[in-house]
């Protein structure tokens, strides 16, 4: 009997780690422009052997830059992805100073930032429709929500509305994640999280393993509050930079355990094994700077 327990748990979490595996996050960088198209076959190719099914591309356009065209380098590393087999939610558009300025504006000030913020999304997202014509199963809006900056309920309302009003223009389901800080108590952030799932937004909660902002304890218990709707982001990395400098981090092995009902998600890409040429990449390019 202790045997086939045993072998049963082997199983079990085997399973477990292939099913976090099924979705994955990708942070597209400029250095990323320096692959081959052999090497982003390759690390499509071993993505989908990993059992990924769903690749989540944080943005497309980050501030000036756009990460290329139609027939640039992500269009055509996409279409790759497309050959192996990879379902595509599709960033959008983010703004650099994004965290800045939604710590300095009040309530009257974000609404109109975030405004203006959806409509070059929306306006985006007509771009990519129309020219790099991707087959997509979702759009990604690369703004996440933390519990600090959101702290006050009118705010979380009124984000809220906009958020379920640029959703219902969107062609396929929107989906957007958060991180929590320690700043709402888990039952609240919870129950925030789950509003915005049940008007039919695909939420994604930042387990925080990677960055470390709060104690193992305490993001279980934030975890165990989140409904069923929400779903949960591993953490494949281990932030080395200290608060204040340039984000630097180390892979790291995602967390195993299930979800409960929650689906699950890795971030990201650069951090896994295979994905290691973009890491290599990366830190070449910040060396050579």
Not at 60 to 86: F, I, K, P, V
Not at 92 to 107: G, T
Not at 159 to 164: K, N, V
Not at 198 to 210: L, M, N
Request: charged share 20%.
């Amino acid at each position: 009997m202790k045997r086939l327990t045993l072998i049963t748990l082997l199983y079990l979490g085997l399973n477990l780690g292939a099913q976090a595996e099924e979705r994955l996050f990708y942070q597209p960088l400029n250095s990323d422009a320096a692959l081959s198209r052999e090497q982003w076959r390759e690390i499509w190719q071993a993505s989908a052997r990993q059992g990924v099914r769903t690749l989540i591309v944080q943005w497309t356009a980050y501030g000036d830059s756009h990460l290329g065209n139609a027939h640039g380098w992500l269009a055509d590393s996409l279409r790759q992805a497309r050959e192996q087999g990879l379902q595509l939610v599709l960033g959008l558009y983010m703004d650099p100073a994004y965290y800045q300025r939604i710590e300095q504006l009040d309530s009257a000030g974000l609404e109109t930032y975030w405004q203006a913020q959806l409509a070059g999304s929306l306006e985006r997202q007509h771009r990519l429709r129309k020219d790099w014509k991707l087959p997509v199963s979702g759009w990604y809006l690369p703004m996440e929500l933390d519990d600090l900056r959101f702290q006050a309920a009118e705010r979380r309302s009124t984000l809220q509305h906009q958020l379920q009003d640029f959703a219902h223009q969107l062609d396929a389901p929107l989906h957007l994640s958060a991180f929590s800080a320690g700043h709402l108590a888990p039952r609240v952030n919870g129950a925030w999280l789950g509003e915005l799932a049940a008007g039919g937004i695909q939420v994604w909660w930042q387990d925080g393993a990677g960055t470390g902002r709060l104690a193992p304890g305490v993001r279980d218990s934030y975890a165990a509050a989140l409904p069923c709707g929400v779903g949960i982001v591993r953490e494949a990395f281990r932030q080395t930079s200290a608060e204040g400098q340039p984000f630097r981090a180390e892979p790291a092995a995602p967390d195993a355990r299930p979800g409960a009902c929650h689906a699950t998600a890795v971030f990201s890409l650069r951090y896994r094994p295979w994905g290691k040429p973009l890491l290599d990449q990366l830190l070449m390019t910040k060396a050579g700077q």
